[in-house]
């Protein structure tokens, strides 16, 4: 049986990040990865955050700079013209096999073709997994932290016992094509019921020609299936203007993201769970990538150090939770509720909505869709908005009518 430090489940963003974390830091690690190739086949529509991807060293030709943010409702429309480069869209596979070249680079060996079916426990520790090999042959590796980054599954989570899993996902489907003629600076988020009913579509260009057009749903409050919508609005794509003259379909996608807000716990005895696996996408785009990064960054650092000092129970690896839920919690979970707001709206409400944001700052707009909620910058929304007082003011006497229950009956 082979032994490593640390053993990661997911060769995706979470999983890659951690694995350079944890080699840079001297930690032996292990990366399997079910899919035969990094990267492919792909999953995401690839829209983030250009700030994460200087962190992380990633070529600048591996993403595509954003300058316009369109807002597509039934019968309004917004455009937000980004004064500086904020956000972009990924070439998926190239920029996985950087994280991964770099991993190795770091000492992490990354091996393909290793489907995880369960985990390793002794005792009350996760001591490693079982895997079958491109051979269909069933292997055990020993670790002393095992790292679940295989997405929305949480496969050893779990099993191990960290959470329940979920029972909510956005489905997504896409197309990606080459399209001369599609307009490569701006990204175009389509709402509305006619094209993704609880959810929303999407036109990301990344370069090279190539746009992904897309529609998600949320499962859990709409039995749309996002594939026959998709083929509706690529029909229909054309009346928002976006063009697809000689355009040809190069890939097809399809993936899930979890819809169900943070994991109860991500963090056990010899065991931590990152990116998708600890339900931590933002909520408001269903966007991972970014707290992916992180999330796999602070984890393997904080395995490695756990190994330094021979101790790796929950205790010890609760500063990657603490750290994370500090930082991101309070985000994703007013991100939770908006979602799960935004799910039930229909036509009416969404013209409105897209009708109230025209006034918004376009920095803010993309800070929103990142579950980043700055206090001073809404502020002064709200001030340059007489519309929404009545409801801001209703919301506030029924915070307050609660608080006072809660406080005599306690």
Same mark, same amino acid.
């Given at each position: 049986m082979e032994q490593f430090d640390i053993v990661i489940v997911g060769g995706g963003p979470a999983g890659l990040s951690a694995a350079y974390a944890a080699s840079k830091a001297g930690a032996s690690t292990l990366v399997l990865e079910r899919k035969m190739e990094i990267g492919k086949p792909v999953h995401t529509s690839g829209g983030t955050y250009i700030q994460v991807m200087r962190e992380t060293g990633v070529p600048d030709e591996y993403y595509h700079v954003i300058k316009t943010i369109r807002f597509s409702a039934p019968n309004e429309e917004a455009i937000f013209k980004l004064r500086k480069p904020i956000t972009c869209v990924i070439d998926v596979t190239a920029t996985y096999k950087y994280l991964a070249e770099r991993a190795g680079k770091a000492g992490a060996i990354i091996r393909t073709g290793a489907t995880?079916?369960?985990?390793?426990?002794?005792?009350?520790?996760?001591?490693?997994?079982?895997?079958?090999?491109?051979?269909?042959?069933?292997? +055990?590796?020993?670790?002393?932290?095992?790292?679940? %980054? /295989?997405?929305?599954?949480?496969i050893i989570a779990k099993k191990a016992g960290l959470h329940h899993g979920f029972r909510r996902f956005g489905v997504g489907a896409e197309y990606e094509y080459n399209a001369p003629y599609c307009r490569q600076n701006e990204a175009v988020i389509v709402v509305g019921n006619r094209y993704a009913p609880a959810g929303y579509g999407w036109v990301f260009p990344w370069g090279k020609q190539r746009v992904r057009i897309g529609v998600g749903i949320l499962n859990a409050d709409s039995t749309a299936n996002p594939r026959d919508h998709l083929d509706l609005f690529v029909s229909e794509v054309h009346k928002?203007?976006?063009?697809?003259?000689?355009?040809?379909?190069?890939?097809?996608? +399809?993936?899930?993201?979890?819809?169900?807000?943070? %994991? /109860?716990s991500f963090v056990g005895n010899g065991i931590m769970a990152v990116g998708d696996a600890a339900g931590q996408p933002s909520q408001i785009a269903g966007e991972g990538i970014r707290l992916a990064i992180i999330a796999g960054q602070?984890?393997?650092?904080?395995?490695?150090k756990a190994i330094q000092k021979g101790v790796w129970d929950k205790n010890i690896l609760l500063p990657y939770e603490n750290q994370f839920r500090n930082q991101f919690s309070r985000q994703l979970k007013v991100g939770y509720f908006i979602n799960q707001r935004m799910a039930q709206w229909d036509n009416d409400v969404w013209d409105k909505r897209v009708r109230r944001i025209k006034k918004m700052d376009p920095e803010l707009v993309a800070d929103l869709l990142q579950s980043k909620f700055s206090f001073f910058p809404l502020l002064m929304?709200?001030?340059?908005?007489?519309?929404?007082?009545?409801?801001?003011?209703?919301?506030?006497?029924?915070?307050?009518?609660?608080?006072?229950a809660k406080a005599f009956n306690s």
């Open positions: 995880v079916f369960e985990p390793q426990i002794k005792g009350e520790f996760v001591t490693g997994c079982g895997y079958k090999d491109s051979d269909d042959r069933a292997r +055990f590796v020993k670790a002393k932290v095992t790292i679940d %980054a /295989s997405g929305h599954n949480a928002i203007g976006v063009d697809l003259t000689d355009a040809t379909i190069v890939e097809s996608h +399809f993936g899930l993201v979890p819809s169900d807000g943070l %994991a /109860s602070v984890a393997g650092e904080t395995g490695a929304f709200a001030i340059k908005t007489p519309s929404i007082w009545p409801g801001a003011f209703r919301r506030m006497v029924k915070y307050i009518i609660k608080g006072v």
